[in-house]
């Protein structure tokens, strides 16, 4: 009879109901803050006592859209996979170089994917900076 925790999945099954359990306690956690806040804000507006400093002002909802801080992000994240990359591809080759087997190479293929997508990062950041300069286009 096949027992379940015999399985060779039951790591990659098991780190991903963690992962996916520390984002939903997460979430609920932020939820319940904000409400906290809102309960603490409206309660103070009902008594007619001024808003503490921390309850003044909600950030997430009143701060504006920079489009400049949104390419500096993509200018970042294309520089981090490219590096990624990168290294991935110079430990594979050098781990191939010293235990002399070829298929350690294929390391060398998995560390394209991070650097085509910071590649394309960067791409998509020197379009949007020509974009946002004045009379760019």
């Not at 993509?74 to 990624?84: D, P, W, Y």
């Not at 350690?104 to 910071?118: K, N, R, T, W």
Request: net charge positive; hydrophobic share 50%; charged share 15%.
């Amino acid at each position: 009879m096949h027992y379940w925790a015999d399985s060779p999945f039951i790591i990659p099954v098991a780190a991903f109901a963690m992962v996916l359990g520390i984002i939903i306690v997460q979430n609920i956690s932020n939820y319940h803050s904000r409400k906290l806040k809102s309960e603490e804000r409206m309660a103070a507006i009902a008594k007619g006592i001024p808003l503490p400093p921390d309850l003044e002002e909600i950030p997430s909802q009143n701060q504006a859209f920079n489009p400049w801080q949104t390419a500096r992000g993509l200018r970042t994240g294309g520089i981090v996979c490219i590096a990624v990359g990168a290294g991935l591809a110079l430990f594979s080759f050098a781990l191939a170089r010293i235990v002399d087997e070829r298929d350690v190479l294929a390391v060398a293929a998995a560390g394209l994917l991070p650097l085509m997508i910071g590649i394309g990062l960067l791409i998509d950041y020197y379009l949007r900076a020509r974009s946002l300069r004045p009379g760019g286009n």
